[in-house]
């Protein structure tokens, strides 16, 4: 009687999150290269524009092009994932981005002429578009609702980290050497990748349920039964078919690819492209007291921090109020730059002592208003426009949906990136930190209005809250 007793008593279905996380990990050292790799023009236009190579040396133009390709790439990587995360599933798609980028930092830490390294730069774009399309929607496709908001945060916090170690190495390591060094995370990856599970979500889309059924079990634990989730993910499946183009039109499939596209829209006007791209070019225009790569480097650091508090708080504040916080710092920062930059920057030829000597009480004033720029945008706009990118979509569009806002995304980001330096050196930086305030201010309207708080919420409930025809409201 005593053991019956002890059966009833036993919980009938235990999570273990340990080989999940291991899966993640996996996945996410491709946001490692993603960060890497789009701020490496940070620390090294400035060794390119005074390099002793005639070969290799950049005026503003090839400059603004080695900063910018890197984002045409990666409108090319989302468009090809279009294509790819349902042709070939999402991991086989990472890990074929993988590959790309290794290849690209290779032809840049070799490079013999300016058009191998705006190859590489491109390749390595490419990449990363593919992986922005790719893992934040299988890493929401393998986990449970419980960590789905904590786990979801971490494409942008190995980003994040990525950028803090180019930054850090860029203090000592030369150009050639930083290239080399981000494409060993890639190859690692990629053999990492080769014994994790795919997606049992994408598993059951092609009907095979044995083997979603182990790849379950292998993320959720031996204990776990896993007869109800499968269940759960097969009636979502099953009330989804082909969508044709007048299907489109009904709120369940444009509501949420809109909101995303949009976002993403949203997440590059804000500026947060060029400003790390050109991050040490930036802080050499503001002529702050310190030097510029130990201000990137200091950047990069309070980026992390940031992104690893928003990942606490993801499940606990919930996204609309993140997505509220970071507007309103990134807002406040903006306006800071605008006139800050407009205040005291001056066309003359001696703009350089007009400038130190008011250096002592404001020259630290860009450094400030960068980090919380950063931190603003850590904390929502970040990682939120990539985790709500992978929970609103609908299963049968979001391969195509992900490549799609991925795309809008970097071709917007490499419209900006290109024209910056351009804009910067015939207006001075007032002019484009003006327009990313003012987007920030259109986020926060755009948040208030059109974005669900997905909060707590399964894929499955998300996908019924834009069935349902039921409208967004503030206070959602």
């Known amino acids: 009687m005593g053991e019956e007793t002890a059966l009833i008593a036993r919980p009938p279905s235990q999570i273990s999150n340990r080989r999940l996380y291991v899966a993640v990990f996996s996945a996410v050292l491709g946001n490692f290269n993603f960060g890497y790799a789009l701020v490496y023009p940070s620390p090294v236009l400035p060794k390119l524009q005074n390099s002793e190579d005639p070969r290799l040396r950049m005026d503003t133009e090839q400059a603004a092009w080695f900063g910018s390709v890197f984002t045409l790439g990666a409108a090319v990587g989302g468009l090809s994932a279009m294509v790819l995360n349902d042709k070939i599933g999402r991991k086989l798609s990472i890990m074929m981005s993988a590959m790309l980028s290794a290849i690209g930092y290779m032809l840049m830490g070799g490079a013999a002429d300016r058009w191998m390294l705006h190859v590489g730069r491109f390749l390595t774009g490419i990449a990363a578009g593919m992986t922005a399309a790719s893992i934040p929607v299988y890493i929401s496709e393998i986990c449970h609702s419980k960590v789905r908001g904590t786990l979801g945060c971490c494409p942008q916090i190995t980003a994040v980290f990525g950028a803090l170690a180019l930054y850090a190495m860029g203090l000592v390591v030369p150009w050639r050497w930083l290239a080399i060094a981000g494409s ?103 002529n702050v007291s310190l030097p510029p790569k130990y201000e990137a480097a200091l950047v990069g650091l309070v980026r992390l921090f940031s992104v690893a508090m928003a990942a606490i708080l993801m499940d606990k504040a919930g996204r609309k109020a993140l997505l509220y916080i970071s507007g309103f710092l990134m807002f406040l920062s903006t306006l800071t730059m605008t006139i800050y930059s407009h205040s005291t920057l001056c066309p003359s030829s001696n703009v350089t002592d007009i400038y130190y000597s008011s250096q002592t009480s404001t020259g630290l004033v860009p450094l400030f208003s960068i980090m919380v720029f950063i931190v603003g945008y850590a904390m929502g706009w970040g990682p939120i426009t990539w985790l709500l990118m992978s929970e609103v979509l609908p299963l049968v569009t979001r391969g195509v949906a992900s490549g799609l806002c991925v795309a809008v995304s970097w071709i917007t980001a490499f419209v900006l990136t290109h024209y910056f330096a351009h804009v910067v050196e015939y207006y001075g930086l007032y002019i484009p930190f003006l327009c990313f305030c003012v987007v920030c201010v259109v986020g926060l309207l755009f948040t208030a209005v059109c974005v669900p708080e997905t909060r707590g919420r399964s894929l499955e409930e998300i996908e019924h809250y834009f069935r349902s025809g039921r409208s967004f409201t503030i206070l959602n």
Request: with cysteine; glycine share 4%.
């Open 184 to 286: 060993i995370p890639a190859l690692v990856m990629v053999v990492l990748l080769s014994f994790m599970p795919c997606s049992p979500r994408r598993l059951l889309s092609l009907g095979e349920v044995d083997q979603a059924d182990r790849a379950l079990h292998w993320l959720r634990g031996p204990n776990y039964l896993t007869a109800g989730e499968l269940a759960a993910i097969q009636r979502s499946i099953n009330t989804q078919g082909k969508v044709t183009w007048s299907e489109l039109a009904t709120p369940i499939y444009y509501k949420p690819i809109l909101i995303s596209m949009v976002m993403r829209f949203l997440q590059q006007m804000t500026g947060i492209t060029p400003v790390l791209v050109y991050l040490e070019p930036i802080f050499h225009k503001t």
